[in-house]
């Protein structure tokens, strides 16, 4: 699961950005049913999906345009 990025980074970094992206999910797994909540209160399920049609999207293009680091053989 974290052998991969495990490579890319130094060791001294690898915990600070395993710890970040951990807690990026965990914010979005608490926040999602929230919002999703608010959107069906204020409209219907086309809206949800919409909504998120668009978040995939967006997630896309970000995940698209990330340039991964060489790794150089020692």
């Given amino acids: 699961f974290s ?3 495990m490579s890319l980074t ?11 992206t951990n807690t990026g ?12 909540g608010a959107i069906l209160d204020a409209s219907t399920w086309s809206a949800l999906f919409a909504f998120l049609a668009v978040s995939s999207l967006i997630c896309f293009i970000v995940l698209t345009t990330i340039v991964e680091p060489r790794v150089e053989e020692h």
């Fill in 10 to 20: 130094s060791p001294a970094a690898y915990p600070i950005a395993y710890g970040v």
């Fill in 3 to 5: 052998t991969y990025p």
């Fill in 25 to 36: 999910a965990g914010i979005g797994a608490g926040l999602f049913p929230l919002i999703a």
